[in-house]
């Protein structure tokens, strides 16, 4: 019949009666005669609003606060607001590489005895001795060299052949003795015909070498040739290129320089070594014993 209420209307006016009642809305007309003694009772604020019909001064209430229903999720606000500073990201941790020196309460003892009878890289096949370094373990100087050769890997000893007696003369030059220092190498096993230690070798035994500097902690390292400079400098450059710069290495002061082999080959450069040398020996202090060595 014409005017007669559906069902479905029903149900959907009950439902939106519902949602009204939720957000705490119950009346949805206008009473204007209780608004016209609402007007007459309220106290006059101003001429203007005396004058003016009751219709037009009248001001619809706002409306109250919505209670929160059980299960209703938050309405996060979009409007732009102070975020706080976004705090920049820490610099990353040490590499493995880095770590891998960095035991507590290490000392030289232990780390020749991690290191074993070592098969870790293609070396020992060849090998006759590990050679593991030598001097004093407190020396406030320490040379670091490439690899041992024929001599080396007979004796056991670091720079013991034809390099080693040139190393020690410039060590006795700068006013020391041999046992004042501490020597060692990248590698510790000779590679083959005295050739250059290949990445994965350095890779491999150079852990071994960065923790002996960490234990005996000197004041200067002196990296003799290029495979001692690039490794503990990480650097792909030439030796040539800092050659004779003082570089900072973990809080100790490095300096990279030829290689007595290198010297014995090329003697003209002797002079160039000596005034590297002469550079250390004023960081520690030393007086010269004999002059520019031979």
Not at 265 to 272: D, V
Request: proline content about 9%.
């Amino acid at each position: 019949m014409p005017g007669q209420i559906t069902e479905n209307l029903k149900k959907k006016v009950a439902g939106r009666l519902a949602f009204y009642e939720d957000l705490g809305i119950r009346f949805f007309y206008r009473d204007r005669r209780r608004e016209a003694l609402f007007e007459q009772e309220k106290p006059v604020e101003s001429l203007d609003n005396a004058m003016r019909p009751a219709e037009i001064a009248y001001q619809e209430p706002t409306l109250p606060k919505i209670p929160r229903r059980p299960g209703l999720q938050k309405v996060v606000s979009t409007a732009p607001s102070k975020m706080p500073p976004v705090p920049l990201p820490a610099a990353p941790g040490p590499s493995l590489f880095d770590a891998a020196d960095k035991i507590v309460g290490d000392t030289l003892l232990r780390i020749r005895e991690d290191l074993g009878e070592c098969t870790r890289c293609k070396l020992y096949k060849h090998r006759h001795t590990i050679v593991f370094g030598d001097g004093s373990p407190k020396a406030e100087l320490v040379f670091v060299g490439e690899g041992p050769g024929a001599d080396e890997d007979a004796q056991g000893l670091p720079f013991v052949g034809r390099a080693g007696k040139l190393l020690t003369q410039m060590i006795e030059a700068m006013g020391l003795e041999r046992q004042d220092v501490y020597i060692c190498n990248v590698v510790k096993c000779r590679p083959p015909e005295n050739r250059t230690p290949e990445d994965d070798e350095v890779s491999t035994c150079s852990p071994f070498l960065l923790r002996q500097l960490e234990v005996i902690s000197p004041k200067v390292i002196v990296c003799l040739g290029a495979v001692a400079a690039k490794t503990l400098l990480r650097t792909n450059r030439g030796i040539s290129q800092f050659r004779g710069q003082w570089l900072d290495y973990r809080g100790s002061k490095l300096m990279a320089t030829y290689h007595p082999a290198y010297l014995l080959r090329n003697p003209n450069a002797k002079g160039e070594v000596w005034k590297d040398l002469q550079k250390v020996m004023a960081v520690l202090g030393l007086q010269a014993r004999k002059g520019k060595p031979a």
